[in-house]
């Protein structure tokens, strides 16, 4: 199964998504933001970073980088795509998933190993988790905290789409301590946490963030 | 040339911790009278025509890419008008 990791300018966290997918057991292939191509890959990860500098605001233009005209339309039609900090604020901005990212309420940058809970097993990125599991991930941003209309946000919990919730420290003052969401589908998952930097007992505060691509692989391979 | 001037600011609602750090920073340099401040962006955009086309054109480009929607409100004029 080949899981495509989109490069930006600016991209951090490519080598290291690229890197989870092959020890979960997948093909990472490297796609390159000045392309429209996805190079028939099954599913797509937008990874970490400060994609364009963060200039005008974080994801606002790695929208409209070619290569996501291919993401929009690949996830529209039910490719699975996770996005990882910098990615999850490019989902936002791209409308695959509502609400934004703004900066931090206390105004730091944070980097913690972050206590998590999964709400959410259904989606094509946990379905490997059991529902309520407590999962350490490394988190760390400076414009992470999630906020959205009141409306939304009870849409978001109704629906059951609030996939990850923070436990025990709110770490950037997102609203009702949510971490990361789904879309209607399922297939789009974006967090701010950095699941790929929890796949080794080595570096890193364990394996909690391999299920990640497992789940997608599982999902792929039609077993999940 | 022409100018059009795009604001942006975050909307009513949405924290602003840029805003709240000026504002933080205003009473240890003596000014104890401003009771809030938010932080924006402006942009300048030089066009040939401030024709109606033009600003739409405009208001199209502050919409998409020069604010968010979800949480910042922008307003468009003519420079000077």
Known sequence: MKIGVVTFPGSLDDADARRAVRLAGGEPVALWHDEHDLKGVDAVILPGGFSYGDYLRCGAIARFAPVMTEVVAAANGGLPVLGICNGFQILCESHLLPGALIRNDHRTFICRDQLLRVENVGTAWTNGYQAGQEIVIPLKNGEGGFVADDA????????GRVVFRYVDVNPNGSLRDIAGITNERGNVVGLMPHPEHAIEELCGPGTDGLGFFTSALATLAGVA | MPRVVVEVMPKPE?????????????PRLGFDGILDVRQGKRFELEVTETDEATLAEVREIAATLLSNPVIEDFAVRIEGA
């Open chain 2, 14 to 26: 949405i924290l602003d911790p840029q805003g709240k750090a000026v504002h933080g920073a205003l």
């Open chain 1, 152 to 159: 939304t946000l009870d849409r978001l919990e109704g629906e």
